[in-house]
C-alpha cells in the first residue's frame, strides 16, 4: 500500500504519523498554525473555513483532555462536532468497527478524529475510506496504542520553534516511558524530520525500547548525564499500571532516579525549555518547582495545541484526494 | 515569482502621493480611525498611510486566505501571513487598504473577517489601482487610477527594499 | 482400479527417481514406474506431458477447524482446498473445540473425513487434558484411535515438572511430542518480532529470546528422558542454530517451518496489514535467510503450510487485535516451489532443487510424523500430486476453496498449479474438469 497519508497530488489526506511525512508539509503545518494562534484574542473566536463540516470525533480510548481540544480547534473552524464515546456504543455490541465507519460516513462525516488503544487501527479506518473511493473523508489520528500521537509531535515542534527559533542547532531530550509512549514516537520523527542533529531518550531499560538507535536517538540511563547541556527536555507521563507489569518497583524510586528536579533541570542549558504532553503527575515525574517554574511552557503548549489542531484540519478540510 | 513580469506603465509612486491626497481629505474629522492593510500590497500601502498620517499605532494588516470563498476549490493556500490588529475595531472608522481592486471577492472578505474582531463604525475602502471586472457589489471610495488589464493578466504592487512602489502586468498561468 | 499417468516428468525424491516416465497403478498402490506391469489394463489413462508427477503433498499443519470452529471454516471445504493444493496427507493439530484430548473425539474426526474419501487426516493428539498444561491424556488410547503424535498446539505448558512428566510418559511408549518452543511468560501479549520495525509501529513485541529459552528447557528434558520431540514452526535464525547442535549431539528432535516463514519478515507488516498477523510472528531478514539456508541443509526437516482459516470478522481488525494465521493448503506446493526457484537454484551446486523442494513436503514430512506416505515406492498407496511447475496463478480469494482467505500473499502471482490429485488410486480432484471427488 502507498503512504497512505498523501493523496496522488502528494497533499495531506489523512494525518495518521509523523513518519512519512515530507519536510515541506510539516513546515505547512507550522506556519498555518501561527496564523491560527491570533484567533483565540479575537471578539469571534473563529473563522469560516469549515464552516456546515462534520466533524466526528471517534474516541474508542477515554481522553477528556484531547477530546476538548478537538472539539475547540473544530468549532474555531465553524465546523459541526460529534462526539461519539466508542466504548458505550455498537462497537461493543459487536458491529465491526469498519461498519461503524460506513454507517457515520452516510450520515455526512466530513472528518474523523480517531482515538484509539491499538496501534494501526486509524490506518484500517484510512485504507477503507481509501478503498471506498471517499476521498472528501478525512481521518486525523488523536493517538493509536502505542504508535503515534501526530497532532502532539507536532504542536511539541511548535512550541519548540516559537522558544528556540531554530532546530539545527539543538539538542532535545525526551525523558520517561518511552516504550509505551505514542508521544514520545511522534517527537522522535518530527525532529528528525526537522533536522535536530541530537535527539536523546532517557529512562531505565525497562521503559526504553529497542531499535532507538535506528530511530536516530542517543540512549541514556542517567538522567545527569542525559540532561547535561540540553536545550529542549520533554518530559512523559509515568502510568501508574508500569508498577504492575513488574518494570518499575515504585513511583518513589522513579522520581529518584528520573524525577525532574532543579538540582537536574540546572545541569542543561540556562535557557532551556521544559514540556509536558500532560495530564502531569507532579512528583512522580515532575516536581513542582519545575512545573511551576520560569522554564517550563506547559501551558503555552495547550494553546499552540489548539492552533495546530485547526491547521491540520483546515489543511485537510481543503485537500480532496 | 514564476510568472514573467513586465512594467506597467503606471507610475505607483505618483499614484500612491494621489491616493494619499484623497485619504487624508476622506479621513478628516472621521471618528477613532484606523487603516486596515490586506496582505500583502495593501498592508505596504497601508503602512506607508499609516506613517505620513502619524497614525502608525492604528494600523493593522489582515490575511484574508481563511475567508476566502475558493477554500472549497483550491484548500489553503501554501503562505498564510498572520492577521495583526492590536486596536479595538469595534466603533471605529476602519480604512481597508488594498492595492488592486478586481473582482471585489477580497474585500467581501476582509469585510467578513474585520466583523469578526468587532462592529465598525464605518468601513471605507481605499484602493491603489481600480482594473474593473467587479464580480460583486463593492466600490471603493478612493481610487488613484482607473485602468483596463486583459484577463490573463495579473496586476501586481512591488516594493523595493528601499521602499519604493512599482506596479508591474504578470501573465497568470493560473 | 487401473490408472495409467502417461509420459509425466515423475519425481520421487525417496527413491532418488527424476525421470520423464510412465506411472502405473492397480487396486490402489503403485505398481510400476517406466513399463506398464504383466497384464495391465488401464480403466483409465491421465495425460501428464509438461506436467510433474510427485509423491501426494504431505503437510504437517493444517487445521480444519472441526469440531467446534464451524464458523471460521468446514471439514467440507477444508478437504477440498487440500485437494487443490496436492496435499493427500495432512496432520491436524488438537486446537479444536472440544480440545482432541477423548479417543470419541479423535474417531469421529477421522470417520468424517474418511467418508469424504480425499486426504488422509491424521491428528495429533492434546498432551494435556484441556491443553490445560496439567493432567496427561490417555496417550495410548488417542494413539489406539489415530494419533500420529501429541501436542499442546498454541499452549505452552507452564510448569516445566508437566512438561517432564509429560515427555516421560510419552516415551514409554515411543510416541513423539510436537512441541512449538515458545517461553510461557516472554512475549507474552506480543504480535510481532521484539526489534525496531515493531518498536516504530508501537506493537508489543516477541523477542527471540522466547524461542530459544524454551528450546533450552526442551534439550535439557530431552537429555534426561530420551523422548523424541518434533520442534514446530521455528522463526529464528537462533532456534535453527540451537537445533543444529542438538541434531550435531544426537538428539532425537526434527523440526518444521511454516512455508509463510521461508519468505516473508516483520516488514511485510507494512502499515500494519493484518494479513501478516501470524504465530510464531514473522521475524528479521536474517532470521528469514537461516530459515531458507536451513530447509536446504537439512536442519528443516519439512515444510508445513500451517494452515489456519481466519474470517474477516476475526481479521478486518487493528493489527494487535485481528486473529493470527493465513490460509495456507493451496500455496504449500507454490511458495514451496518459490522457494526452490529464488533461493535454492541460487545456491552453488544446487541447479535444479525442485526434487529437495518436493522431499521437504512429501517424503521428509511423512518420515516426521511415521507415515507411510510421500513416496512412490513400488506397493505403497498411490497418493499423487501432479502438477504444472509453470503454470501461474494469482492469489485471490475466489481462486481458494479454503473459507480461509486471508495470506500476505493475497494478489500475488505464484508459480506452480495442481492439476490433478490421486488418493488411494483414485482421481479425487482434477483442475479442468472440476471437483471430481467420489468418480472413479
Known sequence: ?321 | MSNPMKPSGLDAEALYANLLQQVRTGLTGAHDACIVGIHSGGAWLAERLAQDLGMTDRCGVLDVSFYRDDYAKKGLPAEVKPTHITFDVAGATVLLVDDVLYTGRTTRAAINELFDYGRPARIMLAALVDRGGRQLPVAADFVAATVQVDQCEALRLQRSDAGQFTLTIEENHA | MSLHIKNGRVIDPANGIDAVQDLFIVDGKVAALGAAPAGFAAARTIDATGLVVAPGLVDLSARLREPGYEYKATLDSEMQAAMQGGVTSLVCPPDTDPVLDEPGLVEMLKHRARRLNQANVHPLGALTMGLKGKALTEMAELTESGCVGFSQAEEPIQDTNVLLRALQYANTFGYTVWLRPQDAHIGRGGVAHSGPLASRLGLSGVPVMAETIALHTIFELIRSTGARVHLCRISSAAALDLIRAAKAEGLPVTCDVGVHHVHMTDADIGFFDPNARVTPPFRSQRDRDAIRAAVLDGTVDAVCSDHTPVDDDEKLLPFAEASPGATGLELLLSLTLKWAEDYAATQPGKGDALALALSRISHDAARVAGLDAGRLTIGSPADICIFDPNARWTVEGAALASQGKHTPFLGYELAGQVQATIVAGHVAYQRSAGNVSNVS
Not at chain 1, 494562534?37 to 464552516?51: F, Q, T, Y
Not at chain 1, 508521544?183 to 536523546?200: M, N, Q, Y
Not at chain 1, 535557557?271 to 515525574?285: C, K, S, T
Open chain 1, 1 to 321: 500500500m502507498l503512504n497512505p497519508q498523501l493523496n496522488k497530488n502528494g497533499e495531506l489526506q489523512h494525518l495518521l504519523s509523523i513518519e512519512g511525512l515530507p519536510k515541506a508539509i510539516v513546515n505547512h503545518i507550522l506556519d498555518t498554525a501561527s496564523s491560527f494562534v491570533g484567533v483565540s484574542d479575537r471578539e469571534v473566536k473563529k473563522v469560516p473555513l469549515m464552516r456546515g463540516k462534520s466533524v466526528f470525533n471517534l474516541f474508542f480510548e477515554n481522553s477528556t483532555r484531547t477530546r476538548t481540544t478537538f472539539e475547540i480547534a473544530s468549532k474555531r473552524l465553524s465546523a459541526d462536532v460529534i462526539n461519539l464515546n466508542m466504548q458505550a456504543s455498537s462497537t461493543s455490541k459487536g458491529e465491526s468497527l469498519l461498519d461503524t465507519i460506513d454507517n457515520l460516513s452516510a450520515m455526512h462525516a466530513d472528518m474523523f478524529v480517531v482515538r484509539h488503544a491499538q496501534s494501526g487501527a486509524p490506518y484500517m479506518i484510512a485504507k477503507h475510506l481509501i478503498d471506498t473511493r471517499q476521498n472528501h473523508v478525512h481521518v486525523v489520528n488523536a493517538g493509536d496504542g502505542r504508535h503515534a500521537h501526530p497532532t502532539q509531535g507536532l504542536l511539541d515542534m511548535y512550541t519548540i520553534r516559537h522558544y528556540k527559533k531554530d532546530f539545527t542547532n539543538l539538542t532535545v531530550a525526551i525523558v520517561g516511558d518511552i516504550l509505551h509512549s505514542r508521544v514520545a514516537r511522534s517527537d522522535i520523527h518530527a525532529l528528525t524530520t526537522l533536522g535536530v542533529p541530537e535527539v536523546r531518550a532517557i529512562g531505565p531499560h525497562t521503559l526504553l525500547p529497542g531499535g532507538l538507535d535506528q530511530m536516530g536517538v542517543r540512549t541514556f540511563t542517567n538522567m545527569n548525564e542525559g540532561l547535561k547541556g540540553v536545550d529542549v527536555i520533554i518530559m512523559l507521563r509515568l502510568q501508574n499500571e508500569r508498577m504492575n507489569g513488574a518494570l518499575l518497583p515504585s513511583v518513589q524510586e522513579y522520581f529518584k532516579s528520573y524525577g525532574l528536579t532543579p538540582e537536574r533541570l540546572a545541569l542543561a542549558k540556562p535557557d532551556a525549555i521544559v514540556m509536558h504532553p500532560g495530564p502531569m503527575n507532579r512528583g512522580v515525574e515532575i516536581d513542582s518547582a519545575v512545573a511551576d517554574g520560569p522554564q517550563a511552557v506547559i501551558l503555552p503548549q495547550v494553546t499552540f495545541g489548539i492552533a495546530v489542531r485547526m491547521a491540520v484540519m483546515s489543511i485537510l478540510a481543503g485537500n480532496q484526494g
